[in-house]
């Protein structure tokens, strides 16, 4: 079994950020809230080495023809008379460099430019996206991990399923609101996945993954903590981890993926 002192570190790595406007060659729903739009084109050299990635989305105006900004020391800088669109981050849910495709995954929310974006998509449209800057790796050795989030960090959480070995063991807790919205992973990994179910309260209102993690047994050993959702659930989980279980916050990532109330988080 490994200790803190032999757990290896975690490395990021930075890649070279271009702006890349990409063609929609497919749009299908994976559950019937989550879009998942695969883009192709340009996107050679395109790198993500991490689970939780993240590309930046950009939305015009429905109709407006893209506008490719320059990286500047400020990020994008659009030319004068094209307002900046507004920018959105995803995860990179599956890029597969041979067949030159970008898989990202769009929870259907409702309103929002990304979301309204998604709901609306269709192959022949256009996507700009930009990023990822870099990438955390945590490596595959911890005693054990646990995994949580809502819809939104499914994609990340998905991948993380997925790309961790034979051995790997995973304590996975998931919100969605429905059994309709579960997905399922194919894993080498000894996983042990949760879904809570809202069951048409709005997403960000429950205290689903704060109570179901509360519950878990988390087994012996380090282990490395993934939280990614809804902000104040987010920091519930986080405080819970630290407080009553004593996590060691070095091994412990909890993000808000999106603020309720709030547009624009980020
Ligand atoms: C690093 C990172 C990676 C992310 N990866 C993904 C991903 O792969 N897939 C994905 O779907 N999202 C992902 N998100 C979350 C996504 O960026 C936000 O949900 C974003 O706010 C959506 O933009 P919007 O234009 O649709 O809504 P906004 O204009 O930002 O918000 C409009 C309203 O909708 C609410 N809202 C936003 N998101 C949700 C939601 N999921 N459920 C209910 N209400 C919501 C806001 O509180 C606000 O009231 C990620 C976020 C981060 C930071």
Redesign the pocket.
Known sequence: MSTLADSPAIERVRHDTRMRLLDVVRVADVTPLMRRITLSGDVEGFVTLGH?D?VKCF?GEPGAVPVIPVLGPNGAEFPQGHPRP?M????P?AFDAAANTLE????L????????WAAQAAIGQTLLIGGPRGSLIVPSTFDWYLLAG????L??LGRRIEELPAGARILAVIEVDNLAEEQRFTTRADLSLTYVHRNGR???TTTLILDAVQSLALPPGTGYAFI?GEATMSKAVRQHLLDQRGLNPDWLRA????????????
Do not use: C, K, N
């Not at 959105?88 to 995860?91: A, K, N, S």
């Open positions: 939780a993240h939305f507004q959105r981050d995803y995860t849910r990202i995954d769009f929870v929310h409702g309103d929002g430019p990304a979301s309204s809502d819809e939104t960090a994609p990340a709005p997403a960000g990614a993000l808000g993926y999106w603020v309720l109330g709030e547009a624009d988080s980020h």
